[in-house]
């Protein structure tokens, strides 16, 4: 079943492919690149000729980008990050591919140069991005099915009614694929590493935590999971005691290890290895806006995602009633087994609501002028898992029916409002998608043949550069 569902998303993949934008323009998407061409290139993290790159063509003109990236420098002189190095780690073996093709053509093509900016290492990131998201889906389908069954169509529903396809294929630079694919990556290594706490998979589990974390600062806040659930193994003595303190320890120096070419770039940028100072100051721990970062009805992760309350509710559920998955287990089993799943349940829930408490410490919670709230992109998989549990318990056709239908009207009101988005339907900064519903379920059907066939021909009449100001 697992091979089956990865075959689809592989085909799926392909097919899609001429979606996918090669395209940089923000300016957190420049930073994240800058990390990968400078360390491919120049062999540091010094950002001022990636940051002039990108300014001299207009692409990323205004005032704020050179007053910020081009006159600011942090404590070493550097210019300025607020990115984190592990998307330019993931996207390396695709920008390796991008640097070849580049190489074979720049002597035939004048457009095309050996110099990390050119048309193949932009969509080198761009494809790189793309197939994570695809990865983060396959690894969320394996997750799902260790716990409660298969998940190819909530996988699906998940890929179509949430911001990571909008992160994927629209604006693949930045680094929320990355990010669910490393969280999906790190959820599964922990599922499998529990089962023994061997030294080995206490390895994978502190690297892969390393890398969660190299990807985006905040998904740090993932590890509570596995804590929670070592700490219980480590109280409940099923496991020797031994073997659970050694695979913690193992798991910690693995982290560690795993996060030193984070703590190096920002011992070399910041002159100290933790993030920059610009970013702390913007963090207030009693989390002021946690239920807004929920509920706002012009920035709210459920308006903007009504499927994920679908999917929470999903794994609340699942605390309450979690069968063992349709896998070979003894009667004997059976209890410990559900005991189990409904613990981890718990785990997954924290691990959200831990999500919702960083993001809603953050003063700019908003995420105003970005597509939905991108800040839950990471947690994919968990959202996968969520709706799989009603999946699983919609067991007659109508049943299914009617969860189909949800589905489909989640990801029609996520495509709904990422169309408007594209096409500056609604103003990027006073973001309210639920006065855009009439447009999303009415006007745009009408207007959608006319969008794709814009979308594939003339994908760049959606972008406005503005040259420099002199």
């Known amino acids: 079943m697992e091979r089956r569902a990865g075959l689809l998303l592989a085909l799926l993949f392909v097919v899609t492919l001429p979606a996918v934008t090669p395209r940089i323009y923000a300016s957190d998407e420049i930073q994240y690149f800058a990390y990968l061409r400078s360390l491919w290139f120049d062999r540091d993290v010094s950002f001022e000729n990636e940051y002039r790159w990108f300014y001299d063509r207009g692409i990323a003109a205004s005032p704020g980008f050179h007053e910020t990236f081009l006159e600011r420098t942090t404590e070493t002189g550097r210019r300025i990050n607020f990115g984190t190095i592990g998307s330019a780690l993931l996207w390396a ?15 035939h093509d004048p457009a095309v140069a050996v110099d990390g ?63 669910a694919f490393a969280v999906a990556l790190f959820t599964l290594t922990w599922l499998r590493a529990r089962e023994t706490w061997s030294p080995g998979w206490a390895v994978a589990l502190g690297l892969s935590g390393a890398l969660m974390a190299m990807v985006r600062e905040q998904d740090l806040f993932f590890v509570a999971g596995p804590a929670l659930d070592w700490l219980r193994t480590l109280a409940l003595a099923r496991t020797p005691r031994a073997t ?15 996060f030193v070419p984070q703590a190096l770039a920002y011992l070399s940028l910041n002159g100290y290895m933790f993030p920059s100072r610009l970013v702390t100051r913007k963090m207030t721990w009693t989390a002021p806006h946690a239920l807004d970062v929920l509920t706002s009805t012009s920035h709210g992760f459920l308006v903007w995602t009504p499927l994920a309350a679908l999917a929470i509710l999903g794994l609340a559920w699942m605390v309450l009633t979690a069968d063992p998955p349709a896998t070979p287990f003894s009667v004997d089993d059976r209890p410990r087994r559900r005991q189990d799943v409904r613990w981890i349940a718990v785990c997954l829930l924290a691990m959200v609501a831990l999500q919702v408490y960083v993001a809603g410490s953050v003063e700019s919670w908003t995420v105003a002028g970005a597509f939905g709230q991108r800040r839950f992109v990471a947690v994919s998989a968990l959202l996968t898992v969520g709706l799989s549990v009603w999946w699983a318990h919609a067991r007659t056709r109508a049943a299914r029916r009617v969860l189909v239908a949800a589905f489909m009207l989640g990801a029609w009101w996520n495509l709904g409002l990422i169309v408007q988005f594209g096409m500056r339907l609604m103003d990027r900064q006073r973001l309210e998608p639920a006065r855009n519903a009439y447009t999303s379920f009415v006007e745009l059907p009408r207007m959608l043949p006319g969008i794709a066939a814009r979308y594939f021909g003339e994908r760049d009449s959606f972008y406005e550069q503005t040259p420099p100001t002199p």
């Open 93 to 107: 073996p695709f920008y390796a591919v991008g640097d070849l093709v580049a190489r074979a053509r720049a002597g």
């Open 117 to 179: 900016f050119s048309a193949p290492y932009i969509a080198a990131v761009a494809y790189g991005s793309a197939a994570y998201g695809m990865l983060a889906l396959w690894l969320s389908i394996r997750i799902a099915r260790r716990l409660v069954g298969p998940a190819l169509a909530p996988a699906l529903a998940v890929l179509c009614g949430t911001p990571l396809v909008f992160y994927m294929y629209v604006a693949p630079p930045m680094s929320h694929a990355c990010s």
């Open 244 to 258: 659970v303190v050694r695979a913690g320890v193992v798991g910690a120096l693995s982290a560690a290890a795993g």
